[in-house]
């Protein structure tokens, strides 16, 4: 698995007329033909600009080709049975794992949360008609746990409404690093990104309002395990809050976080969205809930770390 990176060039006078997964290997140092073949496949290609997938595409002198590698695993995601935790007419609430993009990146299009999300609704017998997929809420890559999408198209616009208008509950689960006095609170502060390092800070003016609430639900030497309600949907707002608080997510490093807990190397931030709750589109006086159980890499991490098994057990279920 290659590093993040980004090749840009224009296709020199000799290779005109080969194809897109020869001239690439032949212009690009350490990119094989199989590996490329990968990439134009998954959309991490574009030639003038443009995503392409056509391994045999034949390319002219001067065209302009970038390729961009976001480093990850390049199999394709498909959502899996047991990952779909409801399913009706109008919306669709998967259980997200950690490791997936939300949506298409310049590096990929294939194997988002939201091209997966299309081949799921695709009928099969209808393969020239589009799935109604709209995508209301967000997790960063490495997040995992609840997800809704409203899948027709009477259904998004009031979707969003409960995320505009804070009528929908976002509850997280975060591991992090150190032991908190207080055993909840809230934080707020403005959120603005800083350019010159691309992350998400408090600043003074500026930014936008984000609102962050915590509880603790346990602690060990060393470690607490919060529960997060975001009254905001800010980029990153629950790992920039935790880590300028001075208790980062464990797994977090682009915002100071321990790669490790005591000798367990830890493989990603370790932040959950345990439950969703909003209302129901249509009969709006019922209150639809969901929750997703605790992933199997959480759940060690909090075993290594020295929490009880019968403290993680209420977590291993669907229960909220």
């Excluded at 000799?14 to 134009?40: F, H, M, W």
């Excluded at 616009?157 to 995320?163: D, S, V, Y």
């Excluded at 629950?238 to 880590?243: D, E, F, N, Q, T």
């Amino acid at each position: 698995m290659l590093k993040p990176s980004h090749y840009r060039f224009s296709v020199p006078p000799e290779y005109t007329g080969q194809r897109l997964d020869q001239v690439i290997p032949a212009c690009c140092e350490n990119l094989s033909r199989t590996y490329v073949r990968k990439l134009i496949d998954i959309g991490g290609v574009h030639v003038q600009q443009r995503r392409v997938h056509k391994c045999a595409l034949e390319v002219s002198s001067g065209v302009g080709i970038e390729v961009f590698i976001d480093g990850r695993a390049l199999d394709l995601y498909r959502i899996k049975p047991e990952e779909i935790i409801y399913q009706d007419k109008y919306i669709l609430v998967l259980n997200k794992p950690s490791g997936v993009v939300m949506q298409p990146t310049p590096a990929r299009y294939k194997g988002s949360m939201y091209e997966a999300a299309l081949c799921h609704l695709q009928n099969p017998f209808q393969r020239h008609s589009k799935p109604e997929l709209g995508m209301v809420q967000r997790l960063d890559c490495e997040t995992s746990g609840v997800i809704v999408f409203s899948i027709h198209k009477s259904s998004h616009k009031a979707l969003t409404a409960c995320f505009t208008q804070r009528t929908a509950r976002k509850g997280y689960l975060a591991l992090v690093a150190g032991e908190l006095e207080e055993k909840e609170g809230r934080i707020q502060s403005l959120l603005a990104r800083n350019r010159a390092s691309n992350k998400m800070k408090s600043v003074a003016k500026g930014g936008k309002e984000a609102i962050t609430d915590y509880r603790v639900l346990e602690q060990v030497p060393g470690y607490a395990l919060l529960e997060v309600d975001i009254l905001t949907g800010r980029t990153h707002q629950i790992r920039v809050h935790l880590s300028e608080a001075g208790y980062p997510i464990v797994g977090d490093l682009f915002y100071g976080g321990s790669p490790q807990v005591n000798s367990l190397r830890v493989g990603r931030s370790l932040l959950h969205a345990h439950s969703l709750g909003f209302p129901h589109l249509h009969m709006p006086e019922k209150q639809l809930q969901f929750a997703a159980p605790l992933p199997a890499d959480f759940v060690a991490t909090l075993i290594h770390a020295g929490f009880t098994d019968a403290f993680i057990s209420q977590y291993r279920s669907n229960s909220v």
